[in-house]
C-alpha cells in the first residue's frame, strides 16, 4: 500500500524557515515527479512546487519562487521543502504528492493536481505576524 507521510510543519513567526519532509512508501517513488501543494482555509488547493523523477528539473508557484526550494533524496524515498523568508500568507496545510505516471517529461504540467495519483494526509504551517 502506497503512503506518503509528511511531517515537519509547526508554527513560526514571519521572516522564519521550516523544511517540509514527506517520506514515501512505494517501490517506485525515483521513477516518479514529486510535488507539494498547499490549502489554506476556505481556498482551494494550490500548487507549490514539484520535481522531476530524477531531481534534474523543479517547478515553482510565482508567490514562493526565491523563498521555497524542493528537493528529493531517491534513496530515501524522500522529498523536501525548504521554506525560508515565510509570510503570514504561506499559512495553510502543505500536501505532498506523488506522480501517478513514470518518467514524466518536461512538457508534463506539474502544478495539475489531477497529474498526481497519491496525496499525504497533510501537515500544518502556521506563520505568525
Known amino acids: 500500500q502506497v503512503q506518503l507521510v509528511e511531517s515537519g510543519g509547526g508554527l513560526v513567526q514571519a521572516g522564519g524557515s521550516l523544511r517540509l519532509s514527506c517520506a514515501a512508501s512505494?517501490?517506485?517513488?525515483?521513477?516518479?515527479?514529486m510535488g507539494w501543494f498547499r490549502q489554506a482555509p476556505g481556498k482551494e488547493r494550490e500548487f507549490v512546487a514539484a520535481?522531476?523523477?530524477?531531481?534534474?528539473?523543479?517547478y515553482y508557484a510565482d508567490s514562493v519562487k526565491g523563498r521555497f526550494t524542493i528537493s528529493r533524496d531517491n534513496a530515501k524515498n524522500t522529498v523536501y521543502l525548504q521554506m525560508n523568508s515565510l509570510k503570514p500568507e504561506d499559512t495553510a496545510v502543505y500536501y505532498c504528492?506523488?506522480?501517478?505516471?513514470?518518467?514524466?517529461?518536461?512538457?508534463?504540467?506539474?502544478?495539475?493536481?489531477?497529474?498526481?495519483?497519491?496525496w499525504g494526509q497533510g501537515t500544518q504551517v502556521t506563520v505568525s505576524s
Open positions: 504528492a506523488a506522480d501517478r505516471s513514470f518518467y514524466s517529461g518536461t512538457s508534463y504540467d506539474y502544478s495539475d493536481p489531477n497529474e498526481y495519483g497519491y
Open positions: 512505494m517501490g517506485t517513488f525515483s521513477m516518479r515527479a
Open positions: 520535481i522531476t523523477w530524477s531531481g534534474s528539473s523543479t
